[in-house]
């Protein structure tokens, strides 16, 4: 009989304390797979859409704030900007693009923005289907808008007010959907892009800040970011300005030169993403040491159940001595005891978080707008395998080495 044939029969004469075992161990590596994929990913997601925006400008309010709204979409807007009070930062020299949005409203929970196209560019964003907005009330949807909402091509809907579905209802005018976006892995998944002009007419009413004013301006000069009014008209009004610099000089400049103006305020997205990750970081950190408690206690366990397991056994591993077993072979048998103890609860484990992660991103929504899937393996699940081996491999020690000393004589004479 070899060595894994022998060791394999000890775990499967204590299958209780073998399951025990195993099921500590594969609780606490399954936690902590289910935190390092769910970290993992939501840092590349933030990274990811924070990428080619290097100043959010908008209302006076919470920085954070600014940035969940504008970036990341999962906040309400801290207020509007004078849309010629954003063409005017729009016009500094220190910036390379500045991209408008308005927003206010969506469709089943989906955000509609006002933009213009340089805002799908800066995803690098493709059409799966139809073409991009062109026109008023006509809207090109991501991916996920449209297998969530089940929208397709010239279907037409009506917004509501907010990111609630239970919002009041533009019903006196409707969006029509001329384009579906590819697959992007970004915000743009969950978005509905229009043009600015849209979301005006939306909000078109006597006391609405959208409302145009036109007539008042002497100006004739169109604005850059929305050519279709003037420059100075002082009544319409946009969500943020989305920008990115000229040179590194501006990180310096900027920022200050946007915060002094009364009405306006700028916000990072480096900066407060790195707020946003140390306030996660906490979370992750409690559950992270729930779960090395869950190990703890399974290395502990392990220990006393080979540990008692080697009193039970020391009269067999004196007959298998005498049977020319070497005492280097029963310490191997320990040791492997451990190891595969370690090893089968790690792979469990693992497979278990894949799994729950797995299962949450196809029945709770929150999870598919997020891009989160169990279905993504990283470098350092090899590290988590690696540890637990060697977490079995000491807790086999002690045990292992007296099973190297067992006294032959000493056993069997019964003393």
């Known amino acids: 009989m070899n060595i ?22 594969s609780l606490g590596i399954a936690v902590i797979t289910i935190l390092l994929l769910f970290n993992n990913q939501l840092e590349e997601k933030i990274s990811d859409n924070a990428k080619g925006i290097d100043l959010v400008v908008g209302a006076k309010g919470s920085p954070l704030q600014l940035i969940l709204c504008n970036i990341f979409h999962v906040d309400l807007p801290t207020g ?79 917004s509501a007010h907010g990111l609630s579905q239970e ?34 007419i939306m909000h078109e009413t006597s006391d609405n800040p959208f409302l ?44 200050r030169l946007v915060n002094s103006q009364s ?29 090395y408690v869950l190990i703890l206690i399974s290395a ?9 397991s080697l009193k039970e056994r020391r009269y067999d591993m004196a007959v298998m001595r005498t049977m020319g077993a070497s005492r280097t072979k029963l310490l191997m048998s320990i040791l492997m005891e451990g190891g595969l103890l370690t090893l089968v609860g790690s792979l469990i484990g693992l497979l278990m978080g894949h799994s729950v992660l797995f299962i949450l991103s196809n029945i709770l929504e929150q999870t598919q707008k997020a891009g989160i899937t169990g279905l993504i393996f990283y470098s350092q699940e090899w590290i988590i395998l690696a540890g637990s081996l060697i977490l079995g491999v000491l807790c086999s020690l002690i045990p292992a080495i007296q099973a190297y000393k067992t006294d032959i004589s000493t056993v069997l004479s019964g003393n």
Do not use: C
């Not at 894994?4 to 161990?25: D, E, G, M």
């Not at 502990?300 to 159940?305: D, G, N, P, V």
């Open 300 to 308: 502990l366990s392990i220990f006393i159940a080979l540990y008692n």
């Open 167 to 200: 919002g009041h209802a533009h019903n006196e005018h409707h969006y029509i959907v001329k384009g579906i976006m590819k697959q992007t892995n970004s915000v743009l998944d969950n978005l509905i892009l229009t043009n600015v002009e849209s979301v005006w």
């Open 263 to 291: 009405s306006l305020q700028a916000a990072a997205p480096a900066y407060e993403t790195a707020r946003l990750f140390s306030i996660l970081g906490v979370g992750v950190d409690i559950m992270m040491s729930f779960a």
């Open 80 to 158: 509007n900007i004078k849309l010629f009070e954003a063409e005017r930062i729009a016009k500094n020299r220190l910036i390379k693009t500045a991209i408008p949005l308005a927003l206010g409203d969506s469709y089943q929970g989906y955000r509609i923005a006002g933009t213009n196209v340089n805002y799908p560019e800066l995803y690098e964003a493709t059409l799966a289907q139809g073409a991009w907005w062109k026109n008023n009330l006509e809207v090109t949807i991501g991916a996920n808008v449209a297998a969530l909402s089940k929208l397709k091509l010239n279907d037409e809907f009506a």
């Open 212 to 255: 145009s004013d036109s007539s008042k301006n002497i100006s004739t000069k169109h604005s850059s970011l929305v050519p279709s009014v003037l420059r100075t008209d002082s009544s319409k009004e946009i969500t943020s300005l989305l920008i990115k610099y000229r040179s590194a000089l501006a990180a310096i400049q900027l920022p």
């Open 4 to 25: 894994f044939t022998l060791v394999w029969s000890y775990l499967k004469a204590r299958p209780l304390n073998t399951a025990i075992n195993i099921l500590l161990l």
